[in-house]
């Protein structure tokens, strides 16, 4: 199962991954925003990344303008590897290289076309592990700062 969720400004786009989601039979949990009225986006940033850390649901995929404020309120949250993608080789690389677990999109950046690449490229990743598990170690080891 999947989580996603977006503010205002990703609400159309949301639509548009999910019927996306739908037609390839991925489950998901949609964790609002649940209209096109102004709200918050770091309340649905952290509401995905809690679900994906919880272990709720195994990857998230958050939207808002830019992607940059629900990027950032989902990494705020433990566990949480999330990365902001405007392009193919981005969310690859976010598989292959850090095991990214949640997707950040700009639905103001981005087309409907692009971001839905982005979304299947990010869904088909795989981490590659090896060297790279070292380097996601130290990126997990930093919640540890206190």
């Known amino acids: ?18 019927k996306h989601l739908e037609e390839r039979g ?13 709200c918050d986006y770091p309340d ?9 850390a919880s272990g709720e649901c195994e990857r998230g995929i958050v939207i808002c303008g830019t992607g940059i404020g629900i990027s950032m309120a989902a990494n705020k949250i433990d ?5 902001l993608c405007g392009d193919c080789f ?12 949640v997707l950040a999109l700009g639905a103001r950046t981005l087309g409907e076309g692009l971001a839905l690449k982005i979304v299947d490229t990010f869904l ?5 592990g090896g060297r790279h598990a070292r380097r996601v170690a130290k990126i997990m080891a930093l919640e540890d700062r206190g």
């Not at 649905?44 to 994906?52: D, L, S």
């Not at 981005?90 to 677990?101: G, I, T, Y």
């Open 44 to 52: 649905y940033g952290a509401a995905v990344g809690r679900a994906v």
């Open 124 to 128: 088909d990743g795989e981490f590659q």
């Open 79 to 83: 566990g949480v590897r999330c990365a």
């Open 1 to 18: 199962m999947w989580a996603i969720g977006s503010d205002h400004g990703g609400f159309e786009l949301k639509q548009a991954v999910m």
């Open 90 to 101: 981005s969310a690859e690389m976010a598989r292959a290289h850090n095991d990214a677990n």
């Open 26 to 38: 991925i489950e998901y949990r949609d964790y609002g925003t649940y209209t096109p009225e102004s």
